[in-house]
């Protein structure tokens, strides 16, 4: 093994195998190894321009009196009896003369390091276990790896961001995570420690992390190399600041995400869609955006709006947006062999293929191949149908489902697309998706782009993505869990997100325990990034199968509309839809903020107050831009709720008006119209 200073960079090498750390922005390294002659060139998410920073490389050599360094097994294995130190700003990565690599700050504390335990008596993990921190395996007569990289544990860490998971833990210490995205499931592989540094996994790879509590380990069962990124900041604000200038900012929020979006399972036809729109504006409700759902085409692929159903959309875009309303379009990715588009598709490359199998990659309502985002000629394909059908009639907002893709069968192995296999590089195929509309939108001139997007992976934000989460239950465990996620989705990166306010899966609208958590959540989705009703409202209607030129038509759900729900609940979802309104100027201040320096719109208490213990275990509360504090109602019959107040700030009860000293616990009421929300006091804001 040697190691070795080339330029901006340090090198461990070992025969073919070599290991580059450099600096890669602000107070920032990356880390890349391959077994190969070449390094792999794949940047996947670290492909935005980053600020070019002169790394400080110095070595330390270290004290061989010790009889240990003059032995033939030391001669035989180590050609260097030194430690190296590469700095760049406030990280400095340690790599010693077994090769192993610590990262400190800049006061010399130790923030992580690699896990090894191999024979080296002077190494204080020694031991006979000859478990190496980071391997690459061939596979068998391939020229894929199979990838396996250890850092040790520590009790005092608190782990959080990662992406979407369907669970109720905020901190995932503890926590084992696949690394492959499902639907209300996705893997953004960066996290935020409670040590004061980020790690971001830079490998789309199908694999697992398990954060335990003797070593965290990643793992990806294909890969060309090991890439990781490692920052480290004085605060959470300047660790994001850091990472999201490596992968990416949102951009600005177009006005219409700011206010309030109408959505169902689905509209059947355009005049169901506008007879909700004018009944909203004639009761004088705010409304932003409506959204025109799945299968308003004939098959899927087609790109186009069904001609009996929707017989004039022109003129439906045209009278919404005089109301004020922004028409929303759901684009499928999947294409039905029926389809105008699949034999052309199929001739040029455009769809993903599978090495066995029948080919088919989804069979509910067709049978359906997902075009493969991974493909620039797809992507613009694609958009061109979509800008022909859609666009050119004034539509300038898309929804981007089943992104992940949602195949039937999650067998990443049978899958193989432009880019790669699937096993290699599945969890890019969310954002390629979404460049592929932000492109096309950009070419045409559009300024604010957004795409309401099921699924994201690291940099997805820079393309306008506003992430849900997915198809989940319509129960209150569901709703703990979407706090979790998204907060977990805004430190990982992606800070539009929203929830299907009640719940996708499930909601009887004359259940009274229905009508309680759809009351809730709406107060709750009323302090999200977007503010966005949606569900499919079981029952479904009992009505006759329907079919046009034989093809089968979806039916929909019950009404889901805020006067669907009872005439008192009317008056608590309207009072909500009046609060979002007046914080518009302050969500727009919270959300240029957002995209100036990637600090996320809603984000953990201890974020802000970094330096209060309490803070890093508060898990069912959050801040809502700086100055706001909300503790949803979660629990059925619940009438008030305990609030931790952090400590530095004097708080301020939306509500009751009574002020409260930071640092302590406070149980406050939470009838069932209200949602306890605080605001700094010297915020002197007028939310109730």
């Known amino acids: 093994?040697?190691?070795?200073?080339?330029?901006?960079?340090?090198i461990i090498r070992n025969g073919n195998s070599?290991?580059?750390?450099?600096p890669w922005g602000e107070n920032s390294l990356r880390v890349r190894m391959t077994a190969e002659p070449e390094m792999d060139k794949?940047?996947?998410?670290?492909?935005?321009?980053?600020?070019?920073c002169k790394a400080e490389i110095r070595k330390e050599t270290v004290d061989t009196t010790d009889p240990w360094y003059k032995s033939e097994e030391y001669a035989h294995y180590h050609q260097t009896g030194d430690n190296y130190y590469i700095t760049n700003g406030k990280i400095t990565a340690k790599?010693?003369?077994?090769?192993?690599?610590?990262?400190?700050?800049?006061?010399?504390?130790?923030?992580?390091?690699?896990?090894?335990r191999n024979r080296n008596r002077l190494n204080r993990y020694c031991t006979s276990l000859r478990l190496p921190a980071r391997v690459l395996k061939c596979s068998k007569g391939g020229t894929d790896y199979e990838?396996?990289?250890?850092?040790?544990a520590y009790d005092d860490e608190k782990i959080f961001g990662m992406g979407q998971y369907q669970e109720k833990h905020l901190n995932k210490k503890g926590a084992s995570l696949e690394l492959a995205h499902r639907n209300s499931q996705s893997s953004v592989p960066f996290f935020l420690s409670s040590r004061g540094y980020g790690f971001f996994w830079n490998n789309p790879a199908v694999g697992t992390v398990t954060f335990g509590t003797n070593k965290t380990e990643w793992y990806a069962k294909s890969t060309q190399k090991l890439d990781?990124?490692?920052?480290?900041?004085?605060?959470?604000?300047?660790?994001?600041k850091n990472y999201t200038a490596a992968v990416g900012r949102a951009p600005r929020m177009p006005e219409y995400g700011l206010g309030y979006w109408q959505c169902k399972l689905r509209y059947r036809n355009q005049e169901e869609l506008l007879a909700v729109a004018r009944e909203h504006k004639r009761r004088g409700l705010p409304m932003d955006a409506i959204v025109v759902d799945f299968f308003h085409w004939t098959r899927q692929g087609d790109f186009k709006f069904e001609p009996r159903d929707w017989p004039d959309p022109d003129a439906m875009v045209k009278e919404l947006k005089e109301l004020g309303i922004e028409t929303v379009v759901s684009v499928w990715p999947t294409i039905d062999e029926k389809s105008e588009n699949f034999g052309e598709m199929a001739d040029k490359g455009y769809l993903v293929s599978t090495d066995r199998g029948n080919g088919l990659h989804m069979t509910w309502m067709g049978n359906t191949v997902f075009f493969d985002a991974t493909n620039p000629g797809a992507q613009k394909f694609v958009w061109?149908?979509?800008?022909?059908?859609?666009?050119?009639?004034?539509?300038?907002?898309?929804w981007l489902d089943e992104a992940e893709p949602e195949y039937d069968s999650y067998e990443f192995d049978v899958y193989r697309y432009y880019a790669g296999t699937a096993l290699q590089c599945t969890n890019i195929y969310p954002l390629m998706y979404a460049k592929g509309f932000w492109d096309g939108l950009k070419a045409e001139g559009e300024k604010d782009v957004l795409s309401l997007v099921r699924c994201a992976w690291a940099g997805s934000q820079k393309y306008g993505v506003l992430a849900w989460s997915g198809d989940i239950h319509s129960s209150f465990r569901a709703m703990r869990e979407q706090l979790?996620?998204?907060?977990?989705?805004?430190?990982?990166?992606?800070?539009?997100?929203?929830?299907?306010?009640?719940?996708?899966?499930?909601?009887?609208?004359?259940?009274?325990?229905?009508?309680?958590?759809?009351?809730?959540?709406?107060?709750?989705?009323?302090?999200?990034?977007?503010?966005?009703?949606?569900?499919?409202?079981s029952p479904w209607y009992e009505r006759e199968q329907e079919y046009i030129n034989g093809v089968r038509q979806l039916t929909s759900g019950q009404d889901n509309e805020v006067w669907s729900f009872g005439e008192d609940n009317y008056e608590i979802l309207k009072k909500y839809l009046f609060i979002r309104e007046r914080l518009r100027p302050y969500i727009r201040r919270t959300m240029d903020e957002c995209s100036e320096n990637g600090t996320p719109v809603m984000r953990p208490v201890f974020y802000d107050f970094y330096n209060d213990k309490v803070a890093w275990n508060i898990e069912d509360e959050y801040m809502f831009g700086r100055d706001i504090l909300v503790a949803p109602i979660m629990e059925e019959g619940a009438r008030e709720r305990t609030v931790y107040l952090p400590e530095g700030e004097k708080w301020t009860d939306a509500y009751t008006k009574k002020t409260y000293d930071g640092g302590q616990y406070v149980t406050v009421p939470a009838p069932i119209e209200i949602i306890p929300v605080f605001t700094r006091s010297n915020a002197k804001m007028d939310i109730y």
């Open 147 to 152: 990838l396996t990289a250890r850092f040790e």
């Open 18 to 22: 070599q290991v580059w750390i450099e």
């Open 228 to 240: 990781y990124f490692i920052t480290a900041g004085d605060t959470p604000a300047e660790i994001e």
């Open 95 to 116: 790599v010693d003369y077994e090769g192993q690599i610590s990262y400190y700050n800049q006061r010399g504390e130790l923030l992580t390091e690699e896990y090894w």
């Open 1 to 10: 093994m040697g190691i070795y200073i080339d330029g901006n960079r340090l």
């Open 384 to 398: 061109e149908k979509c800008k022909e059908n859609y666009y050119k009639k004034g539509i300038r907002t898309f």
């Open 484 to 537: 979790q996620a998204g907060l977990n989705m805004a430190i990982a990166g992606i800070p539009w997100w929203t929830s299907d306010i009640g719940g996708f899966m499930g909601g009887d609208i004359s259940d009274p325990s229905f009508r309680e958590l759809l009351v809730r959540w709406f107060q709750w989705g009323a302090f999200n990034p977007v503010f966005r009703m949606h569900g499919e409202r």
């Open 42 to 52: 794949h940047d996947w998410a670290l492909c935005e321009p980053v600020k070019e």
